[in-house]
């Protein structure tokens, strides 16, 4: 089985500042990782994505993440954010050959100018 | 915009009615995916095709269908609605629905049911 935490279900953040969005993930075979962002009203895109090779990648919008297997965690991080950043953000895993997709609850960035 | 079109945009049903929800896909890819986002549930996987052929089921009711016509649009078919089947209904598409594949996911409708 699969399975993904997003500690955080909001995060406020001043304009320009650093922020990280936590994710863990729980899975007995190799993953594939991903993350998503929803702006009001609109379908989820993606940010990036793990499959495999280099722990950090990164993504659209200046957002990175970082692959940690021994942590289980895929967290999202961007060093000054935008007004424009204010969003729900969302985790994904997907596991080995299996093509379902689990999706963490969200976190919503809410940058404060 | 993400080349996904889904329609309707908005859908208002009573219990115990069926409902009907489209998507085409991007130009070019195969694989269609259902999702169902509501605030009790989160964000659910409910069915992957690919080609026509279904490929991978998730978190679908028994209620629910789904089918994908040679053209390869898509349609989720929803009976004997209830409340609780009131949410954003996302359909997404990708390339082969390799697990590695970019899904590209059209704008929603949302059901409410009354």
């Known amino acids: 089985a699969q399975s993904v935490t997003q500690l955080d279900s909001q995060v406020p953040v001043f304009e320009e500042a650093p922020v990280e969005l936590r994710c863990n993930y729980s899975?007995?075979?190799?993953?594939?990782l991903f993350w998503y962002v929803q702006y009001p009203n609109q379908g989820l895109q993606l940010l990036l994505k793990?499959?495999?090779?280099?722990?950090l990648v990164k993504g659209i919008n200046g957002f990175e993440a970082e692959f940690n297997k021994s942590q289980t965690s895929f967290h999202l991080r961007k060093p000054s954010v935008h007004i424009s950043d204010t969003a729900e953000y969302f985790c994904?895993?997907?596991?080995?050959?299996?093509?379902?997709?689990?999706f963490g609850t969200g976190t919503k960035l809410q940058v404060i100018p | 915009d993400s080349g996904v079109t889904q329609t309707p945009k908005h859908l208002i049903t009573a219990t115990g009615q069926r409902v009907t929800l489209r998507c085409s896909p991007r130009?070019?890819?195969?694989?269609v995916y259902w999702y169902q986002q509501s605030l009790d549930q989160g964000l659910q996987f409910l069915i992957q095709?690919?080609?026509?052929?279904?490929?991978a089921k998730g978190n679908i009711l028994e209620r629910f269908s789904a089918q994908q016509f040679p053209d390869l649009h898509s349609e989720l078919n929803l009976s004997s609605l209830e409340l609780g089947d009131s949410a954003l209904y996302f359909c997404?598409?990708?390339?082969?629905?390799?697990?590695?594949?970019?899904?590209?996911f059209g704008p929603g409708t949302r059901l409410t049911v009354l």
């Open positions: 997404a598409s990708s390339a082969l629905g390799q697990v590695t594949d970019t899904q590209y």
């Open positions: 899975s007995s075979v190799s993953v594939y």
């Open positions: 793990y499959l495999s090779g280099s722990t």
């Open positions: 994904a895993v997907r596991s080995g050959g299996y093509q379902k997709v689990t």
């Open positions: 130009s070019g890819d195969l694989s």
């Open positions: 095709y690919y080609n026509g052929e279904e490929r």
